[in-house]
């Protein structure tokens, strides 16, 4: 087993939590890394070795306030990973989390679940007060 | 905003090694932030000034807020308050604008007659005198910040004072700091030109504006603090900015032509009492331009579902590389923005030009 992935985030990369122990599977804040794929290429590494021998359920969490476009895309390779699980017999499931009134957040979300193939859920959670 | 406004801007602001313009009304937000630009970007040489230019900013932003009529309901787009800051060579040059009333124009007169005839000494004499009078004014011994403002440029402070109806005047002011060890031998800039600046601001309805070196490094603190100043807006707009603006701030970082070393930009936020506008500007060689020429027609010429097909459709198969990913973004923006991306490619030389785009939201 992978050891887990605990990245904290930064003001241009986001906080990445795997853990299998764990169970949990997070990516949550923002990306607006100029250049995502080195950022991203540990993540797709750790996720490619994980879906070899998932869990029975994977519950894969994004919660992103903000991507740039080529961030997008290494998005998307990460959720074509995870597309592989069903086929090894686990089950495995997308939350897209956004904040109350942000829009945008949420359009992307509803842009990425048109195109992925898998079970996919978008959920808001309430805004914080200041 | 104009893909050609954009130009004149970067004309006029060309000797500028980092410049930073605000209009409308003020929070210490957008104080905090400004001063926290300069500190992050100023070069190293000028270390020593930074505190100095912090502290010169914060007088100024404050003497604004001191004078202006504050009863007045914020709003984004009055053209009541100008703020700037500019660093030309080894000069340094803050420069405050506001309305005033009329009557109140003699009072700053004289005071700041009085302290641009003062002596070093006059200067530290009439600042104790005034820091122990108990008679300060209600609106917080202004006499006080105009000494300091002063003893700190060691020049002359220069203002001015332009009418705007029977009632009320813009009240100009410049703060020039020179670093003592260094003369670049430049000559001063003229108040004329904050003026002209000022006018051309709230003619083309620009909110914010910067010009500077739009390397990898200066774009994080520039958004953050775009971010932290939009505040008021919608989540929503505040967000939309946001995007746009990484968009095409990493794309001039990535793609634009470095001169001397640096990815010289221009970028602009508009609000025209309807929609928002974002601005930008850079150097890009020659050899590039038909490429992103086709680029640009290409996502014009496509309707929103068009482009949303052709933005999923890249989002599965990833066949953008790395460098042509700016693809991807050029799309993202075409699809989000009210019209067309407009832009303009202006000849510099045989080697490159500028390159201009708005986008309306």
Redesign the interface.
């Known amino acids: 087993m992978s050891e887990p992935i605990n990245l904290e985030k930064t003001k241009n990369s986001p906080e990445i939590i795997l853990d299998k122990g764990a169970s949990i599977f997070k990516i949550a804040g923002r990306s607006i890394v100029e250049d995502p794929k080195d950022f991203y290429t540990p993540i797709y590494n750790w996720i490619e070795d994980y879906i070899k021998a998932p869990l029975k359920a994977t519950n894969f969490v994004f919660d992103l306030e903000y991507f740039n476009s080529s961030s997008a895309r290494q998005i998307m390779e990460i959720i074509m990973l995870l597309e592989k699980i069903p086929a090894t017999g686990n089950k495995v499931k997308v939350d897209w989390l956004y904040e109350e009134g942000d829009e945008m957040s949420k359009e992307r979300g509803d842009e990425i679940k048109l195109v992925s193939k898998l079970d996919f859920e978008i959920k808001e959670y309430p805004a914080e007060d200041f | 905003m104009t893909t050609n406004t954009i130009y004149q801007f970067y004309r006029l602001l060309e000797k500028d090694t980092i410049s930073f313009s605000y209009r409308g009304s003020f929070s210490n937000n957008v104080l905090t932030m400004a001063t926290q630009l300069f500190k992050d970007n100023v070069e190293e040489r000028h270390e020593k000034l930074r505190n100095k230019l912090s502290f010169l900013m914060i007088e100024s932003f404050q003497n604004i807020s001191r004078y202006a009529d504050s009863e007045e309901e914020i709003s984004l787009d009055d053209n009541s308050e100008f703020f700037m800051t500019r660093n030309i060579g080894d000069t340094f040059y803050v420069i405050s604008a506001n309305l005033i009333d009329n009557d109140k124009i003699p009072m700053v007169r004289e005071k700041l007659e009085q302290v641009n005839t003062l002596d070093k000494s006059e200067l530290n004499k009439l600042y104790r005198e005034v820091l122990t009078n108990k008679q300060i004014n209600e609106k917080g011994g202004a006499g006080l910040g105009f000494i300091e403002m002063v003893r700190k440029t060691k020049g002359k402070l220069p203002f001015d004072f332009v009418t705007v109806d029977n009632k009320q005047s813009m009240f100009f002011m410049q703060i020039e700091l020179r670093n003592p060890k260094i003369d670049d031998g430049l000559p001063s800039i003229s108040l004329s030109d904050a003026k002209q600046i000022q006018a051309l601001v709230a003619q083309e309805n620009i909110l914010m504006m910067h010009k500077g070196d739009y390397s ?1 490094d200066a774009v ?1 603190p520039m ?2 603090m775009v971010e932290e100043n939009m505040q008021n807006v ?3 707009i505040h ?2 900015i ?2 746009f603006l ?2 095409i701030l ?1 794309n001039i ?2 793609h634009s032509y470095a001169l001397n070393g640096k990815h010289e930009g221009i970028f602009q936020i508009g609000y025209d009492h309807k929609n928002f506008r974002i601005g930008t500007g850079n150097f890009i060689l020659n050899s590039k331009i038909e490429n992103l020429k086709n680029l640009l027609n290409m996502v014009n010429s496509k309707t929103v579902d068009e482009l ?1 097909a052709l ?2 459709k ?3 198969e ?1 066949k ?1 590389t ?1 460098s042509g ?1 700016a693809g ?2 050029l ?2 923006l075409a699809r989000e923005t009210l019209d067309k991306i407009n832009y303009e490619f202006i000849k510099i030389n045989n080697t490159y030009s500028f390159f201009s785009l708005t986008v309306k939201f």
């Open positions: 990898e994080g958004l953050k919608s989540l929503k967000k939309k946001f995007h990484v968009e990493q970082s990535k949303n933005y999923r890249y989002l599965r990833g953008i790395n990913s991807l973004g799309i993202d």
